[in-house]
């Protein structure tokens, strides 16, 4: 499958929430789009299904935490379990992205946003899908961002 053809969600996996953002491999371009809750180890599923519904994407990135030394963590097995899930109940390609950094940078994102004044939500909500969207501008930016399905 082809992700020229439209849209991407991209999801940046915790376990309060889940962060997502929206791109376009044409524009190369990706923005933030709302948070998905986790409770007790539960996602909403549901939430997820109105995204899917809504923007009818072509496919899905999961950032992928690594530890600082690339190898595996608890969290990264969270989140290919997620990927897995989303991958069987969409019937979608499902990517992986190293998203080591990213909450760093959302952060840093989010703290320039408030000093201008433009941040008006929950700030926790707002960095987790800050954090998808930089998780889907690195996979978009990538030259072979398309090899990395699982």
Same mark, same amino acid.
């Given at each position: 499958?082809?992700?020229?053809?439209?849209?991407?969600?991209?999801?940046? =996996?915790?376990?309060?929430?889940?962060?997502?953002?929206? !791109?376009?491999?044409?524009?190369?371009?990706?923005?933030?789009?709302?948070?998905?809750?986790?409770?007790? !180890?539960?996602?909403?599923?549901?939430?997820?299904?109105?995204? =899917?519904?809504?923007?009818?994407?072509?496919?899905?990135? =999961?950032?992928?935490?690594?530890?600082?030394?690339?190898?595996?963590?608890?969290?990264?097995?969270?989140?290919?379990?997620?990927?897995?899930?989303?991958?069987?109940?969409?019937?979608?390609?499902?990517?992986?992205?190293?998203?080591?950094?990213?909450?760093?940078?959302?952060?840093?994102?989010?703290?320039?946003?408030?000093?201008? !004044?433009?941040?008006?939500?929950?700030?926790?909500?707002?960095?987790?899908?800050?954090?998808?969207?930089?998780?889907?501008?690195?996979?978009?930016?990538?030259?072979?961002?398309?090899?990395?399905?699982?």
């Amino acid at each position: 499958m082809t992700t020229a053809a439209g849209y991407v969600l991209a999801f940046d =996996v915790g376990t309060r929430t889940i962060g997502v953002a929206i !791109g376009h491999p044409i524009s190369g371009s990706a923005r933030a789009l709302s948070t998905v809750a986790v409770s007790h !180890g539960r996602i909403d599923w549901s939430a997820i299904d109105i995204l =899917v519904k809504d923007w009818q994407p072509q496919a899905f990135v =999961v950032g992928l935490p690594l530890a600082l030394d690339g190898s595996e963590q608890e969290m990264t097995r969270h989140a290919r379990s997620f990927a897995g899930e989303l991958g069987r109940r969409y019937n979608r390609d499902v990517h992986e992205s190293d998203e080591r950094f990213t909450s760093k940078e959302a952060a840093r994102r989010f703290a320039r946003q408030r000093a201008q !004044g433009t941040a008006k939500r929950k700030h926790g909500a707002e960095i987790d899908a800050l954090a998808a969207q930089i998780i889907l501008e690195s996979w978009l930016a990538h030259p072979d961002h398309k090899a990395t399905s699982s």
